[in-house]
């Protein structure tokens, strides 16, 4: 899956995926991803379909902060099926289960696809921000959703 997602070229733009991940760069991610699970301060999962088909990945972050960030990435044959609102409002459900008051979501101005998911999640948006993305910067809007 990340390698799969990292080849995606929108995916790439859009998100902080680095690009063009080898097999072994994959694993140290996912080992990187693991250790912040065991620390309680992220959880990451992969989508699948009722037959199987991976999907993407979706994961909530900064679980150490007063709002936990809930984050997606599909891969371009799941798109269009709800599969990232579903995985939004499953993370939100759960985040609300233990004990977060609120969760935010962030996306890059312009991700029109991103913006949907997050209204039909719920959230709204409430500011932005100057970061840097892949070297870059880009503007991100900040969402967010009473649990």
């Keep these: 899956?990340?390698?799969a997602l990292s080849a995606t070229p929108d995916v790439v733009a859009w998100t902080y995926y680095p690009a063009g991940l080898d097999e072994q760069a994959a694993r140290e991610r996912i080992g990187r991803q693991r250790q912040r699970a065991a620390q309680g301060i992220a959880r990451r999962y992969v989508l699948?379909?009722?037959a199987g088909t991976e999907l993407g990945t979706c994961g909530i972050g900064a679980l150490d902060a007063a709002e936990p960030e809930v984050f997606y990435a599909l891969l371009p044959a799941?798109?269009?099926r709800g599969a990232a609102t579903s995985?939004?409002?499953a993370l939100v459900e759960w985040a609300r289960?233990?004990?977060c008051a609120t969760v935010a979501l962030k996306t890059i101005?312009?991700?029109?696809?991103?913006e949907r998911v997050a209204r039909r999640a719920g959230f709204t948006c409430s500011g932005g921000s100057v970061e840097e993305q892949h070297g870059r910067p880009v503007r991100l809007l900040r969402w967010?959703?009473?649990?």
Excluded at 109 to 114: L, P, R
Excluded at 144 to 147: H, L, M, N
């Design 78 to 80: 799941a798109r269009g």
């Design 48 to 50: 699948w379909d009722a």
């Design 109 to 114: 101005e312009g991700n029109a696809a991103s």
């Design 1 to 3: 899956m990340e390698v």
């Design 87 to 89: 995985a939004v409002l």
């Design 144 to 147: 967010t959703r009473v649990t």
């Design 97 to 99: 289960s233990v004990g």
